[in-house]
């Protein structure tokens, strides 16, 4: 147990479905982080966020809109997916911001995501 | 730019026997090093991380990892090796030079441990 909740653990979807995943974390971290992870591909960082304000989007298609209501709870709304969207996704989070020693990024268990 | 390469995709051991996962980095700073592990239909959990202090690292389940700068290494290593070990494993450097800490992930290395 990582103290990071992502739900739901798996989802299945239409590609004109519009669905959330949510992420969760009580451990006082300032920066929450989608990831994405394919099959035969390293983990792609999708969205960095720190006290709520997004400051990083690594070229993700608009079809993925996160969110960040307060610095526990962290969203990614799907809209229109395609079926190569079809991934594990990762919620992650860390005290802050930052490439600093020691900033430790704890995950959680990930939301499997297919899109039919 | 930072970069991390595990040198094996795939690694075999018998239980009991040891455990070597090769990772190679190359960083322009001072680098933080972690190890991942992710077991089937699982999140990634912390093994183990390297932030400038002793170079020898122990982590969790018996593992530890060396920080070699001279040979720009961080190979994850375990002196018996468990069938509960049989995972997915992720060398992982953090870009020390960007604010936003990002995540270098290596390629993984798939641990099989036979019986």
């Known amino acids: 147990e990582t103290g990071v909740t992502q739900t739901p653990r798996h989802l299945v979807m239409g590609m004109t479905n519009k669905k959330s995943l949510k992420c969760e974390q009580h451990?006082?971290?300032?920066?929450m982080y989608w990831y994405k992870q394919s099959a035969k591909k390293p983990l792609e960082l999708m969205f960095v966020?720190?006290?709520?304000?997004?400051?990083e989007n690594n070229s993700v298609p608009s079809r993925f809109s996160p969110e960040c209501p307060n610095s526990s709870h962290l969203f990614l709304h799907l809209h229109t997916l395609q079926p190569e969207d079809s991934a594990l996704y990762l919620c992650?989070?860390?005290?802050?911001?930052?490439?600093?020693?020691?900033?430790?990024?704890?995950f959680g268990e990930g939301s499997w995501l297919t899109v039919v | 730019a930072q970069s991390v390469t595990q040198l094996d995709s795939h690694v075999s051991v018998s239980e009991g026997t040891p455990v070597l996962l090769r990772c190679n980095y190359s960083?322009?700073?001072?680098?933080?090093l972690f190890w991942y592990v992710q077991h089937p239909n699982k999140g990634l959990q912390l093994l183990l991380k390297?932030?400038?202090?002793?170079?020898l690292v122990k982590g969790i389940n018996g593992f530890e990892a060396e920080f070699k700068k001279s040979e720009t290494s961080f190979h994850l290593t375990k002196p018996s090796a468990h069938m509960s070990d049989a995972a997915e494993y992720f060398c992982?450097?953090?870009?020390?030079?960007?604010?936003?800490?990002?995540?270098?992930f290596g390629q993984g290395t798939t641990l099989q441990v036979k019986p």
């Open positions: 960083s322009s700073y001072s680098p933080s």
């Open positions: 451990l006082g971290h300032n920066a």
């Open positions: 390297y932030t400038s202090a002793a170079t």
């Open positions: 966020y720190s006290l709520e304000e997004r400051v």
């Open positions: 992650a989070s860390s005290q802050d911001m930052g490439g600093y020693p020691g900033n430790t990024i704890y």
């Open positions: 992982v450097v953090s870009d020390g030079s960007s604010n936003t800490g990002k995540l270098i």
